[in-house]
């Protein structure tokens, strides 16, 4: 927990391989993180990712640095994100592994076999440890390996290859928080743009509404669905670009639409704090579909804090779905 909180600030929506590799060096509190999560095992990972990847140590050792680095970034940032009705970090880590081994290629769970010529992973002496009864753990082998896996596929994507086109489909996770959204389709648009969107998501239902005959109401409100922030915090995540553009997109095809964006959160922490937050939020999601395009005369925001749930605020997963940004249309 206390080299957890000493890791490097690292800002994943912006970063070049040299600065991960830097903060991953002998020495480093990562390095010194993967040598106490699996004393044992650093030869035995280095040896899994060069007999799957084909490749030379050196290289794997770049990539388990990296994925390293990408492992451990998301359990600091949740541990400074904590709230009293948060779950322990064991039972997140927990909740985050499952599933996680259906994607890793049969490859990376093979035995390493024995190899004079591999060299060890370098890594930093562990500190000494109490003598505890040891319990077979296998969430940071399978994250670690799962972190891998993607950084090698985005690598492997960007050496001039010709890039295979991408079937769009819905996470476990985000199906889990939002319901399922259908497959994904492509939808033409009165200017001749096409978009790639679910057939259940916002876009397509936002799209009818306006097509219709159906007037404008103060109570008819669209969730975005794939729209995600940082723990406590109002800074979108990369992943919410998307989403953000075939909104821009609609209103472009759209010129006589105008919309409201409403903020809301749980039930946690004071009403003073959550109002703040969803105007934040709000703000947030405003100023992202200026700086893509949209008319800023077209678009207002305002935070509702924990009013109006849609779920009850008794589990994670439904406080989740309470921190939403909506969409309602006030012209068209």
């Not at 830097?22 to 095992?41: A, F, K, Y």
């Not at 490859?107 to 109490?130: G, I, N």
Request: a neutral charge; glycine letters at 4%.
């Amino acid at each position: 927990m206390k080299l957890l909180r000493e890791l490097p600030e690292l800002n994943t929506q912006n970063f070049t391989l040299s600065e991960l590799l830097r903060i991953s060096g002998p020495d480093s509190v990562i390095r010194n993180l993967l040598t106490q999560l699996m004393p044992d095992s650093p030869d035995s990972l280095q040896k899994t990712v060069i007999n799957a990847t084909k490749t030379t140590p050196e290289s794997a050792n770049a990539l388990i640095a990296l994925g390293s680095a990408l492992l451990f970034k998301p359990m600091r940032d949740y541990l400074y994100g904590r709230t009293q009705q948060s779950l322990s970090l064991k039972s997140w880590l927990q909740k985050q592994t499952e599933g996680a081994i259906n994607p890793i290629p049969a490859a990376f769970l093979a035995p390493a076999a024995v190899s004079d010529t591999v060299k060890p992973v370098s890594a930093a002496p562990a500190a000494p440890q109490p003598v505890v009864q040891k319990k077979s753990s296998k969430w940071p082998w399978l994250l670690l390996l799962l972190l891998i896996v993607l950084l090698l596929l985005f690598l492997l994507r960007g050496c001039g290859e010709k890039e295979a086109p991408v079937q769009a489909q819905q996470s476990s996770d985000s199906r889990s928080l939002w319901g399922d959204l259908g497959a994904f389709f492509s939808k033409a648009l009165p200017d001749g743009k096409t978009l790639n969107i679910p057939q259940n998501g916002v876009e397509n239902r936002l799209i009818a509404f306006i097509e219709s005959n159906e007037p404008v109401s103060a109570d008819r409100w669209f969730s975005f669905d794939r729209l995600l922030f940082k723990t406590n915090s109002a800074q979108l995540e990369p992943a919410s670009q998307e989403q953000l553009k075939n909104i821009v997109e609609i209103l472009r095809a759209y010129p006589k639409v105008k919309l409201k964006l409403g903020g809301y959160t749980d039930n946690t922490g004071t009403d003073e704090i959550n109002m703040k937050l969803s105007q934040d939020r709000a703000d947030a999601v405003r100023q992202a579909l200026i700086e893509l395009g949209a008319d800023n005369t077209r678009i207002e925001a305002q935070g509702y804090g924990s009013a109006h749930p849609v779920a009850p605020n008794d589990t994670d997963e439904n406080r989740a779905k309470n921190r939403r940004i909506d969409i309602m249309v006030t012209e068209k």
